[in-house]
């Protein structure tokens, strides 16, 4: 187990991970398999995911959205293995955050999406990834949870997010 940590700097990713949940409220960090089939732990700036309002009303949200900002090239490498969906990556813009003085970086806004099952016997969990015009990969979702942790510094009565150490002195 302590390779394990070693080796997905887990010690790392967390303390960022509570700096997060005592600024913001909540700080998250993402758990996946990456092409190698080994353990990968990131964090996940909060402002990058998104839960509705009334979804989350009560702290278990059915529905959960990361945005990303990916370079072309990495998008064609994972995902240009058809020509529409090179040619969407290609054309896609950058978003306004990516924008510099001299033109547009070669960054694509990329969303991915979990929706968990209605039951457990159900087959309507989805996961998406997306380009603006474009899905770029799409699986059943079989979990009843999101692949992120979240860490929240304060919860409040009702909704997803938690609620940070200055909110809370002030």
Not at 26 to 35: H, Q
Not at 46 to 63: N, S, T
Request: net charge negative; hydrophobic share 40%; glycine share 8%.
């Amino acid at each position: 187990m302590e390779g394990v940590f070693y080796e997905t700097k887990i010690y790392v990713v967390t303390l960022l991970q509570f700096i997060c949940a005592c600024v913001f409220g909540t700080g998250a960090v993402k758990i996946f398999l990456n092409d190698e089939n080994r353990l990968e732990i990131e964090n996940a700036f909060i402002d990058d995911l998104f839960v509705d309002d009334a979804d989350g009303k009560h702290g278990k949200p059915r529905q959960l959205f990361q945005r990303r900002v990916v370079s072309k090239d990495v998008l064609l490498e994972l995902y240009g293995d058809t020509k529409g969906r090179a040619e969407a990556i290609r054309g896609a813009q950058a978003p306004e955050d990516c924008q510099t003085e001299v033109g547009y970086s070669d960054q694509v806004e990329v969303w991915e999406a979990w929706h968990l099952k209605s039951g457990s016997k159900e087959k309507d969990g989805k996961h998406v990834i997306a380009i603006r015009g474009c899905e770029l990969h799409c699986e059943e979702w079989e979990h009843d949870f999101f692949p992120f942790v979240f860490l929240r510094f304060k919860s409040r009565i009702l909704g997803f997010w938690g609620q940070g150490v200055a909110e809370t002195l002030t």
